[in-house]
Structures are given as structure tokens and as C-alpha cells.
């Protein structure tokens, strides 16, 4: 006599190795070749894969739906040609302000005075030609030939200095002989001394000391309070190259 | 199809392309539909519509292989499911009716080769819905989204031993409700 069957012991006589289930799942097995209680599992497994077509009308509206949405989404993700031309933009907008930048630097050196020589005169030249007036380049002084840095000293539109007035009678030699360098020294020191020297006690012809131009072994100016200058760059109290009361930059220079 | 068809076909996709869009909504619809189908019979078809709105919303930032492919629209189509559960607050976990998944899904060439192949595939479908509801999801998107373990146990967020596990207890089930002609010939 045969009982019923007992579930437990159906389950435990279906072997199926993990690389079996595999393959059962991917469909890759054929009833008549699957494993002993199987063949019904496998021939189910592989009738899933007969699916209808979708509903015609159903797709025609869903892909609509679809072509709409994505269109709708492609402003976020710009095409290679657009990321280009915007690129391009950006450069040009770089250059754009890049050339601004250099001009109105430019224009700011050219008005201090602060460009090179000949670029100093292109700018006066051209400026001059819309009625603003650029300082011109300063000629190459004895300060410059002696490795200055001073700004250049506009050369016409000014006053004469007492600079001027010094350097016109260190180069007069007429009639001067011994005293020739103590009238220079003299007047250049209005009566202090300078570089370390009495009034006009230099031997040396007109009126120089060991250092050139009447300058001692300070640098601009700075031997002993020449010229009644202070000790600052130039002697002129806190004003950079010689400004000391804000009238011009070439006045109260001495070494002129 | 191969790797340089299924790259055109999604640059095609990708840009809006009717046709691209046509060919994987027709490889893709089907399964997508029989799997929330066993889940959600009444609400299916549009859980359906819903995942391929989704699939366009971010189709153009997918990246990968026709399998990746699949195994995201899977994902989207789990995630409808999921949602409309939580919204709903109901779980519809009963065998379905046969006359449910095959339901208005007729369409192109409708021979009678077809018929009956649908109708053995809706019933063994039918069959696989009878299983424990974690066995019947790793079924289902192992057999109609032809994916493999680890995409599975991505897209259930389970380890793939755990998918192995149950895909092995889901295989002897069907064996033994097979044996005891559950299924109708």
C-alpha cells in the first residue's frame, strides 16, 4: 500500500545545482535536457518569452509622450556645437576685457608719465591730437646715465627752477676761474654746506666734489643734509622724487 | 542586437529619434508590462505609460549596454510599483486572473501561433505569481528582464547570495506545483 505523498521529501529528491538555476532562469536549458523533476519548469521558463507585441495605439501615444518629454529636456544638455560657440563666446568676452584692462592701464601710465620713452611720446602724440595733454618723455639726464630711476621731468611748459638756474651756471665758464666752483656750490647750498665740504672750498674745478654732480656718498642727496633737504629719497620730505611742496617734480632739484 | 545597433538606437533615443524610441519601447514594453501586471493587474498599463515617461526624462542621461539598459528600466518600473503601494496602501499579493495579463495587449500581427504562445506565457507567468512575493520578483526579473543576479539584487536591494537562495527555492517550488498539475494543459 502507498501513501500519500510527503511534500519534504519531493523537495529534497529536486537537486538543482546553482549553475543549473542559472542556466533554467536564462532560459538556456531544454526540457529534455533539464534535471530529473525539471522539464516542466524549464518548458514554463521558456514560454514566458512569448510575449504579444504592445498595443499599437498605446505605443503611437507613448512614444509622442516620449519624443515630447525628451525634447523638452534637451535645453539642459546643450549639443557639442553649442557648448563650442559658448566656449567661443567666453574667449572673446576674455580678450575683450583683457585688451580693456591694457588700454585704460595704458592711459593711466601714459597720464602719470610712467611708460617707457618712446611710448611716452606715441601717447603724447596721440592724445595731444584730441586736445589731452601727456607729459612727454624726460631726455636722458646725468641721473638717468648714472643708473636713476627717476620719472621723467617734463622738458617744456614749466617754470625754470633753481636746478636750472645752478646747472646754467655750472656750464658758464667765462670769466671764472678759482672761484668758478665755489659760485656754483654756493649757490646750489644757499649758503649750507654740502657733502660734507665748506662753501665752495672744493679744489676741484667747477665746484665738484668726489661725488659726481655735487652728490655725496648718499644716495640722493642724503650726505649731511645737502641742499637743505631732509633725509628722505631725494631729500624732500616724504615726496618721492623731489616733490617737496607739490609744485612740480623739477623743482628743488639739484643735481640737475 | 549588438553593441554598435544598441549604441545607435540610444543616440537615436537620445535625441528624440521616433524610431530609436520605437524599437526599445517594442523589446522593453511587453516584459515591463507582464512584470507590474503580476503586481498591480489594474493599474499596470499605466504604471506602464508612467515608466516610459520616466525612461524619456532621463534617457539622456543614461549611460551603458543594452543589459544596463534593461536593468534600468526594471529599476524605474520597481520604483512606480513601490510608489503606487505606498500611496495606495495596499498590496494586491493574490494570484492573478489569466484573463488580466492578457488583457488589452493585442495588437500587431495577431495570428493564432501568437495567441497561443501568449496564452502559454500569461499562464506560466500566472503560475510564477503564485510563489512567495520575494521569489516571484526574483523570477521575473530574471526571466522577462533577462538579468542577472547581481542587477536583480540591485534593483531588490538584497545581496546576491540571498537572490540565489531564493531563485533556488523558487525553482523547486514551481517544480512541485508543476508536479501536482497546478498548471492547466
Known amino acids: ?256 | 542586437m549588438s553593441i554598435e545597433a544598441f549604441e545607435s538606437v540610444l543616440s537615436g533615443a537620445q535625441a528624440g529619434a521616433a524610431w530609436a524610441l520605437t524599437i526599445l519601447y517594442r523589446d522593453l514594453q511587453p516584459r515591463v508590462l507582464r512584470y507590474l501586471a503580476v503586481r498591480e493587474p489594474a493599474e499596470a498599463e499605466d504604471l506602464a505609460s508612467e515608466v516610459w515617461l520616466d525612461v524619456a526624462a532621463g534617457i539622456g542621461r543614461f549611460r551603458g549596454d543594452e543589459d544596463g539598459f534593461r536593468a534600468w528600466v526594471f529599476t524605474i518600473a520597481r520604483r512606480r510599483l513601490l510608489d503606487l503601494r505606498r500611496r495606495a496602501s495596499v498590496r494586491r499579493d493574490k494570484p492573478v486572473p489569466l484573463e488580466l495579463l492578457g488583457g488589452g495587449d493585442r495588437g500587431m500581427g495577431d495570428v493564432e501561433g501568437e495567441a497561443l504562445a501568449s496564452l502559454e506565457a500569461d499562464a506560466a507567468i500566472a503560475l510564477i505569481a503564485t510563489l512567495p512575493p520575494d521569489q516571484s520578483d526574483v523570477v521575473l526579473l530574471r526571466v522577462l528582464g533577462d538579468l542577472s543576479v547581481a542587477d536583480v539584487a540591485k534593483i531588490l536591494g538584497k545581496r546576491p547570495g540571498a537572490i540565489r537562495a531564493l531563485q533556488h527555492r523558487a525553482l523547486k517550488g514551481l517544480a512541485l506545483k508543476i508536479s501536482h498539475g497546478a498548471v492547466t494543459e
Open chain 1, 1 to 256: 500500500m502507498i501513501g500519500p505523498r510527503d511534500p519534504g521529501d519531493e523537495m529534497r529528491n529536486l537537486l538543482l545545482d546553482r549553475d543549473t538555476a542559472d542556466r533554467l532562469l536564462s532560459r538556456a536549458v531544454a526540457p529534455d535536457d533539464a534535471p530529473p523533476g525539471y522539464a516542466g519548469v524549464a518548458g514554463l521558463l521558456r514560454s514566458c518569452a512569448q510575449l504579444p507585441p504592445p498595443d499599437a495605439v498605446r505605443e503611437r501615444a507613448t512614444i509622442v509622450a516620449m519624443t515630447q518629454r525628451i525634447r523638452s529636456h534637451r535645453p539642459a544638455t546643450p549639443s557639442i556645437h553649442g557648448r563650442v560657440a559658448a566656449g567661443r563666446s567666453v574667449r572673446l568676452k576674455l580678450v575683450g576685457v583683457g585688451v580693456g584692462a591694457m588700454l585704460v592701464g595704458t592711459s593711466g601710465l601714459a597720464f602719470a608719465g610712467e611708460l617707457p620713452a618712446p611710448a611716452q611720446r606715441f601717447a603724447h602724440t596721440v592724445f595731444g591730437s584730441i586736445g589731452v595733454d601727456i607729459p612727454t618723455p624726460e631726455l636722458p639726464s646725468h641721473h638717468d646715465a648714472t643708473g636713476g630711476s627717476e620719472p621723467p621731468t617734463p622738458s617744456t611748459g614749466f617754470p625754470t627752477t633753481k636746478g636750472d638756474e645752478i646747472s646754467g651756471l655750472a656750464r658758464d665758464h667765462t670769466g671764472r676761474t678759482g672761484e668758478h666752483g665755489a659760485l656754483v656750490s654756493g649757490e646750489a647750498s644757499d649758503g649750507h654746506g654740502q657733502a660734507g665740504q665748506p662753501h665752495g672750498q672744493s679744489d676741484r674745478p667747477h665746484g665738484q666734489s668726489d661725488q659726481p654732480h655735487g652728490r655725496s656718498s648718499q644716495p640722493h642727496g642724503q650726505s649731511g643734509q645737502p641742499h637743505g633737504q631732509s633725509d628722505q629719497p631725494h631729500g624732500h620730505a616724504g615726496e618721492p622724487h623731489g616733490r617737496s611742496d607739490g609744485t612740480h617734480p623739477a623743482q628743488g632739484r639739484s643735481h640737475r
